[in-house]
């Protein structure tokens, strides 16, 4: 069970799910219209050393198989993708990835002079992206900036120590994030980016419902997740926490929110029928974005 200030690194708790997350973009790389190019996936798999996730990525036929085929990364890597490059043509220079886990986006992404992309997480996933970057001499396409902070922690005071300035426009990013949060650590995560955020900065972030498909796979985990040996029910956060996209209109920032099938429709890749609990789950995240007005 999740506890205060409990930690991880790439094949543990939480940070195992940014490794399967890493599978499902190189799983996607190989499609014949993939959505995204991520050439560094693979290798963040392949260097965990991890059997499971590296037998995944292996093998087509128990890819197929697997919770996580259904689509949803494809869509949502894409989604936030085009969030940052969006905003970087609109003269953002200034981008915060927030538990960036195994996300690769400054290597991958053609960025614009003068951009500087800070990723945000635990020290043990930092070390060991860097490590497998490093191995095959990969060179951002921006200047990055580790910012090694657990978001429980004051996160801010890392993230201006390591060069952030909250007097510009700046991209944010909280992919794949909040469920692992409790509430009241979610609220004061986006009361921290409003404080931090200039007019004209942006923030997306996606978020599963929890409601009778959660407990569905409560009651299916043992079953259900075997193809991945993660028991997300033990690692996602149902406590009552603020609507993300309501309170931020309330601050001056202007919202949308998109379903995974309104997603689905935009990029012109119907999401696969979740064939069990996790499935129908991840099918019905919702996605936010929104700018600051004032």
């Not at 959505?35 to 260097?47: H, M, R, S, T, W």
């Not at 120590?161 to 944010?172: L, R």
């Not at 028991?231 to 993300?244: H, K, N, Q, S, W």
């Amino acid at each position: 069970m999740r506890s205060e200030g409990d930690t991880w690194d790439v094949v543990s708790r939480v940070g195992r799910t940014a490794l399967f997350v890493a599978a499902s973009r190189a799983a996607e790389s190989k499609q014949a219209d993939a959505l995204i190019q991520d050439e560094f996936a693979a290798l963040f798999v392949e260097g965990s050393g991890d059997p499971d996730t590296i037998r995944l990525i292996n093998d087509p036929e128990l890819w197929a198989q697997s919770s996580l085929s259904t689509g949803f990364i494809g869509l949502r890597s894409k989604f936030f993708d085009d969030h940052f490059l969006a905003a970087a043509g609109n003269g953002v220079r200034q981008a915060v990835i927030l538990a960036a886990g195994l996300d690769a986006r400054a290597y991958r992404l053609d960025w614009p002079l003068g951009m500087v992309v800070f990723e945000i997480d635990q020290l043990k996933v930092l070390e060991f992206k860097r490590e497998v970057l490093t191995d095959v001499d990969a060179t951002p396409k921006a200047d990055r900036q580790d910012v090694v902070v657990d978001l429980r922690e004051d996160w801010p005071s890392a993230l201006i120590d390591a060069g952030f300035d909250p007097d510009v426009p700046t991209v944010w990013s909280a992919e794949g994030l909040l469920m692992y949060l409790p509430g009241a650590a979610q609220d004061a995560l986006f009361a921290r980016i409003d404080e931090l955020s200039a007019p004209g900065s942006r923030m997306a972030s996606d978020a599963v419902e929890i409601g009778d498909d959660f407990r569905m796979l409560a009651e299916q985990q043992a079953q259900q997740l075997r193809d991945t040996q993660v028991d997300l029910t033990e690692l996602f956060y149902t406590d009552d926490r603020l609507d993300p996209a309501e309170w931020l209109t309330a601050q001056g920032w202007r919202a949308a929110i998109a379903s995974s099938d309104e997603l689905a429709e935009r990029y012109g890749r119907p999401l696969t029928a979740g064939r069990d609990a996790l499935g129908q789950l991840v099918n019905k995240i919702k996605y936010l974005s929104a700018v600051k007005q004032s």
